[in-house]
């Protein structure tokens, strides 16, 4: 690819758009944009376009029109087409019917890890023209954060997820108890009076307990005794191998009696079924098929296989896929609530966290994760997601609809001195969107005073070299004064001037970006983002995409996106 030949047909093509009016920031930003192996170089990408647009803009439009011609144009700037997708078939479809579930605790809002579940079972709803239950499972008192119950839904509807039906397993206690009676009956279930410790020793040595051989006369006793005993004194077991290999699955634990009060139905009841019981008796009863879970729950898979094959009910076909990992990022809800409850974060959508409120909060786009998630799959291999792969998702999104605006960060304010007299007072207009006209222009207006970077303020210092206020003059600076260099870009490469934003003294808004880090970065926006509404997103020229958080009449608060 010649370098030269691409940018000067960008420039051509900017000027025909844009009826002879060709500038350097739309030229760079649509070759960086369509050639992103140029960014590697974006000082030659930046002095070639300078010199480019300077002789494009010197042409009439009958030759910007010809020359563009004779070079045979430009591709539009458009989304590459989409490669083609799909998951894995489902197996074991009967009838054509497949109902899944997502089935979250409420320990707290979503995460990316429930994200997976939650669109994989989406995407497989969609797939097969099936159903999607939502169901809260609450039956451990001692896990459950009230606030959850609001959150949740609240995540789903951001990741545009809307169940064909919803339940709450803290309303179905009567059912688990019903069904645990039935176990009973059959000879699947025993209550189990022995201590803890003791039957571990026995589990672990193979041994059944001698509560094992109990009558289902006798355990019937117990269970209507169940509700006056204290927590620890006995629980229900359901029957397995009690030889099996793995101990975890012998014999396990159907229902144990919590004192703790539930946040949600105080202390109506005592007698809470463990998961892998409401499990089984809900997917059974709401007809779910297809059990979409993390390999994690191999175990349980099994352990609810028992209970399946006592009571005669069709087993579900079970799909466990991979661990998620996310680099540099808390997802454990445990370790991020007692973060906030220690003031090291902020809330629940502190930018450090990978929350769903967290991530919406930065101005991802929930389309990157159902791009990353449904390209994961239901492999088993673990996965880790990389920020990298997020922002490169994102920034192809981002790309096509942002407004770009000049932030500058950690201000310095500037008064240019020895001025000549025709540019005390300038009126620069810039492209809102470079490849989208029909979005209109933002004004700035120079009268002698700007705000520029810190950071380039004191790198100019430092090195002695002009600055260029982008699309404006040169200027020199010192630590006392700033002066007038000249007007042309061609004059600031020559002299290797750093090409930067720059707002208005008069009419720029005061800003604060959160970074990542949930550091913030003061400074001030150019006066036409007086415009932005919450929840927009922007590109901030040379800082970085962001989304749109609070407007005060004190200033604008943005949360960095990524660059």
């Not at 690819?1 to 758009?17: C, F, R």
């Not at 108890?177 to 026995?202: H, P, R, S, W």
């Not at 880790?384 to 922002?391: D, G, L, P, V």
């Not at 000049?406 to 810039?430: Q, Y």
């Amino acid at each position: 690819m010649d370098i030269e030949e691409t940018i000067y047909k960008y420039a051509l093509s900017n000027a025909v758009e844009h009826g002879n009016n060709c500038q350097t920031g739309s030229v760079i930003g649509m070759v960086m944009s369509k050639h992103p192996e140029m960014r590697k170089d974006p000082k030659t990408v930046s002095q070639l376009a300078g010199q480019f647009v300077a002789k494009v803009n010197a042409m009439s439009p009958e030759e910007q029109q010809s020359e563009l011609d004779k070079l045979g144009g430009v591709e539009k700037h458009k989304r590459a087409p989409e490669k083609p997708k799909g998951l894995p078939e489902l197996e074991n479809i009967k009838d054509g019917n497949v109902k899944l579930r997502f089935a979250p605790n409420p320990s707290g809002p979503l995460h990316i890890g429930h994200a997976r579940a939650a669109i994989l079972n989406l995407l497989y709803q969609k797939k097969y023209n099936g159903k999607l239950v939502l169901r809260i499972e609450d039956t451990d008192p001692k896990r459950v954060e009230p606030d959850a119950y609001k959150a949740i839904p609240e995540d789903l509807a951001w990741l545009g997820i809307e169940a064909d039906e919803a339940y709450i397993q803290s309303d179905r206690l009567e059912i688990y108890y019903e069904y645990a009676q039935k176990a009973i009956e059959c000879g699947a279930a025993y209550m189990c009076t022995c201590d803890g410790g003791d039957f571990k020793k026995l589990k672990d040595n193979c041994e059944p307990c001698p509560c094992r051989d109990n009558t289902v006369e006798e355990n019937l006793a117990l269970w209507n005794k169940f509700p006056e005993m204290e927590e620890g004194e006995a629980v229900l077991r359901v029957k397995t191998d009690i030889k099996h290999k793995n101990p975890a699955i012998r014999d396990w634990v159907a229902m144990r009696i919590v004192t703790q009060e539930h946040p949600r139905i105080g202390n109506k009841y005592k007698i809470y079924p463990m998961m892998n019981f409401s499990v089984t008796v809900d997917d059974h009863l709401m007809g779910i098929t297809h059990v979409l879970r993390g390999k994690d729950h191999l175990a349980n898979s099994e352990k609810q296989s028992y209970l399946y094959k006592h009571f005669d009910w069709e087993i579900p076909e079970f799909i466990h896929y991979g661990r998620l990992k996310m680099d540099d990022v808390e997802l454990s809800t445990s370790k991020a609530r007692a973060g906030i409850e220690d003031g090291t974060y902020t809330g629940w959508d502190d930018p450090r966290l990978g929350t769903i409120k967290a991530i919406a909060r930065r101005g991802i786009k929930k389309e990157v994760l159902y791009e990353l998630i449904e390209e994961i799959g239901t492999k088993q291999a673990d996965a880790t997601i990389s920020w990298k792969k997020i922002y490169g998702l994102n920034r192809n999104i981002m790309e096509e609809e942002t407004n770009r605006y000049f932030f500058i960060p950690e201000a310095v304010e500037i008064d240019v001195n020895d001025l000549p007299e025709d540019k005390n007072e300038l009126i620069l207009e810039r492209e809102l969107h470079y490849n989208e006209p029909e979005k209109g222009f933002r004004t700035l207006k120079f009268t002698g005073s700007a705000y520029i970077p810190k950071d380039d303020y004191d790198k100019a210092i430092n090195n002695s070299k002009p600055l260029r206020l982008m699309d404006l003059i040169n200027v020199n600076v010192t630590e006392d004064s700033c002066t007038y260099d000249s007007e042309s870009l061609e004059e600031a490469q020559s002299k290797h001037a750093s090409i930067i934003q720059w707002s208005p003294i008069e009419g720029s808004v005061k800003a604060t970006v959160v970074m990542p880090d949930n550091t913030k970065v003061n400074g001030f926006i150019e006066p036409d983002s007086k415009d932005v509404r919450v929840d927009d997103m922007v590109q901030l020229e040379r800082f970085g995409f962001a989304r749109v958080d609070n407007i005060t009449k004190e200033g604008i608060t943005f949360y960095y996106t990524h660059n």
